[in-house]
C-alpha cells in the first residue's frame, strides 16, 4: 500500500488499441525455445470506465464462442496485472477482433496475454508499465514458456531460454528470402493434450542430435536457407505428437518427400512450410491445396502471412 494508504486506481476515461502478431514456435527441433513472428494481427482496443463492470466483444476468430465477461482470458489477465501492482481496476470495455485461429499452434493464447499486459501496462500512470523487457518476463511467467511471447513482443525470430526463474530471450536477423507457408486445418488441438503426449527423458543421443539440428537452424533462418530442410528435423516432439494430428504428420511427410521444409506450428495442427525462396513457397502452396482435393477428413486454408518484425504495437493510447 502507497504511503498515507493513498489507493492507487486506474483511470477511467481512457482507450488505447494494442495489436500483437501470430507466431509459430519450434519451428522443428528448437523445442521451446525457437518463435517467429508472422505477418497475422489481432487487435485490442481496451477502454476503461467507471464503476467495476466488464463487458468483451469479439470478432473474427472465436466470435461466439469465446466469453464475453470477465472469464475471458484478456480481461482476466488485465485485471491480474493491476491487482499484482497495487492498483484497483477500472471498468472495462474490450472489443477484440481476432485474425489468429484459435486451438491451431499460431501462438493466439500468447497473442491474448501479451496485448492484455501491454494494455494494462499502458493503461497505468507512465513509467510504472516496466517495457518490453518487464512485459517479457511477465508474459512468459504466465503462459510457462517463452517461445511464443518472445516473438509476439519483440518480433521477427527470437531464441528464448530461462536461466533460474528468469525467462530471457535475444532476437536474430531472419534471411530476407524466407517464406513461411502456413496450412491452417479445419480443427483444433488442445495445447494440453499436445503437450500430455510428451516423455518426460529422452536417451542422451536423441538429445544431442536434437541440439545439432537447432543449431543447424539457426544457420539455415540467419543466412543458409538452403539448409532448411536438413535443419528443421526434429527427434524431440512431432513424432510423439503425430497421434494426435495424423492429417498434420501425412501432410509434413508429404511436403518433405517434396524437398519442403515442413513441420509443426507450435503444438499443432497447423503445418509450417520455411520455404528457402518465393518460387519453393508457391510450390509448397500448391501441394497443399492438392491435398484439400484429395482429402476431404480435413481442409487446409494456406497463408503465406510473412514475417513480423515489429512485434506488439500500442498503436493508440489516448488520455
Same mark, same amino acid.
Given at each position: ?5 493513498t ?5 477511467a476515461g ?8 501470430? *507466431?509459430?514456435a519450434n519451428?522443428?527441433?528448437? $523445442? ?8 497475422l494481427?489481432? *487487435?485490442?482496443?481496451?477502454s476503461t470506465?467507471?464503476?467495476?463492470? #466488464?463487458?468483451?466483444s469479439? &470478432? !473474427? ?10 472469464s =475471458?482470458l484478456? &480481461? ?10 497495487g $492498483?484497483?481496476?477500472?471498468g ?11 486451438g ?5 493464447s500468447?497473442?491474448?496475454i501479451?496485448s ?14 516496466g517495457g518490453?523487457? &518487464? ?9 510457462g514458456?517463452? %517461445? ?15 536461466? !533460474?526463474?528468469?525467462?530471457r530471450?535475444? !532476437? ?6 524466407? /517464406? ?5 486445418? %479445419? ?5 494440453h ?10 536417451? =542422451?543421443?536423441?538429445?544431442?542430435a536434437n541440439?545439432?539440428r ?14 532448411? $530442410? ?6 524431440l ?12 504428420a ?12 515442413? /513441420? ?5 495442427? *497447423?503445418?509450417? #512450410? ?14 497443399? @491445396? ?14 503465406m ?9 500500442? @498503436?493508440? =493510447?489516448?488520455?
Amino acid at each position: 500500500m502507497p504511503e498515507g494508504n493513498t489507493v492507487r486506481r486506474v483511470a477511467a476515461g481512457q482507450s488505447i488499441t494494442v495489436s500483437v502478431p501470430a *507466431t509459430s514456435a519450434n519451428l522443428g527441433p528448437g $523445442f521451446d525455445c525457437l518463435g517467429l513472428a508472422l505477418g497475422l494481427r489481432d *487487435t485490442l482496443k481496451v477502454s476503461t470506465v467507471a464503476g467495476d463492470g #466488464v463487458v468483451v466483444s469479439v &470478432a !473474427g476468430e472465436g466470435a461466439g464462442t469465446l466469453p464475453t465477461d470477465a472469464s =475471458h482470458l484478456v &480481461a482476466r489477465t488485465i485485471l491480474r496485472r493491476w491487482a499484482e501492482l497495487g $492498483f484497483e481496476p477500472a471498468g472495462l470495455e474490450i472489443e477484440a477482433e481476432n485474425r489468429i485461429p484459435h486451438g491451431r499452434g499460431l501462438g493466439s493464447s500468447a497473442a491474448a496475454i501479451v496485448s492484455a499486459l501491454a494494455a494494462a501496462d499502458a493503461l497505468l500512470p507512465a513509467g510504472l508499465g516496466g517495457g518490453a523487457d &518487464a512485459l517479457f518476463e511477465a508474459a512468459a511467467l504466465l503462459e510457462g514458456h517463452p %517461445d511464443n511471447v518472445a516473438p509476439a513482443i519483440y518480433g521477427g525470430l527470437t531464441l528464448s531460454w530461462q536461466d !533460474g526463474a528468469e525467462f530471457r530471450s535475444v !532476437g536474430a536477423p531472419i534471411d530476407a528470402g524466407i /517464406v513461411p507457408v502456413v496450412a491452417v486445418p %479445419d480443427v483444433e488441438l488442445s495445447t494440453h493434450r499436445a503437450r500430455g503426449l510428451l516423455p518426460a527423458s529422452v536417451p =542422451h543421443d536423441v538429445a544431442a542430435a536434437n541440439g545439432a539440428r537447432v543449431a543447424l537452424l539457426v544457420r539455415a533462418l540467419t543466412g543458409e536457407p538452403g539448409l532448411l $530442410f536438413d535443419g528443421t528435423v526434429d527427434h524431440l516432439h512431432q513424432g510423439f505428437r503425430a497421434e494426435a494430428m495424423p492429417q498434420s504428420a501425412a501432410l509434413i511427410a508429404r511436403l518433405r518427400a517434396g524437398g519442403m521444409a515442413a /513441420v509443426v506450428s507450435g503444438a499443432g495442427p *497447423t503445418v509450417l #512450410v520455411l520455404a528457402a525462396d518465393a518460387g519453393q513457397a508457391q510450390r509448397a502452396a500448391d501441394l497443399i @491445396e492438392s491435398s484439400n482435393a484429395d482429402d476431404a477428413a480435413v481442409r487446409w486454408r494456406v497463408w503465406m502471412p510473412g514475417v513480423d518484425a515489429a512485434g506488439a504495437k500500442v @498503436e493508440v =493510447h489516448q488520455r
